[in-house]
């Protein structure tokens, strides 16, 4: 699904959008934005998105994304016109588009998900669109970050995610059978079981994430 062909097609696809929703002179700095993420099918699909949404039916070319808060592999993002910022919500399912900057994050499980008690909080947080993080071409296939949960090379994914390798067998935690065997149960059904068995994998040291447990389809993809 993201071979280079897919990827090509879609940025076919975004270009002949931008005909129909760009004034023709801001074309060219439209298309200029697309080709820097022609490998990028996190940004492709958001561009793609822009673009078929067109927030308030401006016809404007989209020249930034920066990224506000990021969690659990949802984002929070700022797509941004030369004149207009919007908030968008994405995450590997699709995104959504939200308010606009000026008007500030209103959406409470947004705010909520990313732990603010309010629109203030976040406005306090993020002051202004110049101090927003860009968002950098092919980030998300950062060889450092899980693909899956987002944990940082080092550190600890968070519990459930695919990647993480069982320390018990050397196999996939979330496939494997030791912990249904370290808990002596057939299933996990309850909060508490899935404390106790936290607290197991405690004791027997869990595996941070390390680059060489990328799903070998990435690592292939990267070097082609
Ligand atoms: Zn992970
Ligand atoms: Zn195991």
């Not at 030369?82 to 590997?92: C, G, I, P, S, V």
């Not at 306090?124 to 970050?145: F, G, T």
Request: net charge negative.
């Amino acid at each position: 699904m993201l071979n280079n062909e897919a990827l090509q097609e879609q940025v076919g696809a975004i270009e002949l959008l931008i005909r129909y929703a760009v004034a023709e002179s801001e074309q060219n700095l439209a298309l200029d934005f697309l080709r820097i993420f022609h490998k990028d099918s996190f940004a492709l699909d958001i561009i793609q998105d822009y673009y078929r949404t067109l927030p308030e039916a401006r016809e404007e070319p989209l020249v930034k994304i920066s990224v506000l808060e990021s969690k659990e592999q949802v984002f929070l993002l700022l797509l941004s016109t030369n004149k207009h910022h919007y908030f968008y919500l994405a995450n590997d399912d699709g995104g959504l588009l939200l308010d606009e900057w000026e008007q500030g994050l209103s959406a409470p499980q947004v705010l909520s998900f990313f732990g603010y008690s309010d629109h203030d909080a976040f406005s306090k947080q993020h002051q202004s669109v110049e101090s927003c993080r860009e968002y950098v071409a092919s980030e998300r296939l950062n060889e450092d970050i899980c693909p899956s949960c987002g944990a940082e090379a080092g550190s600890l994914h968070i519990l459930g995610c695919p990647v993480e390798v069982c320390p018990w067998c050397g196999g996939q935690l979330s496939r494997c059978n030791c912990r249904f065997e370290q808990l002596d149960v057939e299933e996990l059904t309850d909060e508490k079981m899935l404390n106790q068995l936290e607290e197991c994998l405690a004791n027997k040291g869990r595996i941070p994430y390390a680059r060489e447990q990328r799903p070998s389809f990435l690592a292939k993809e990267n070097t082609a």
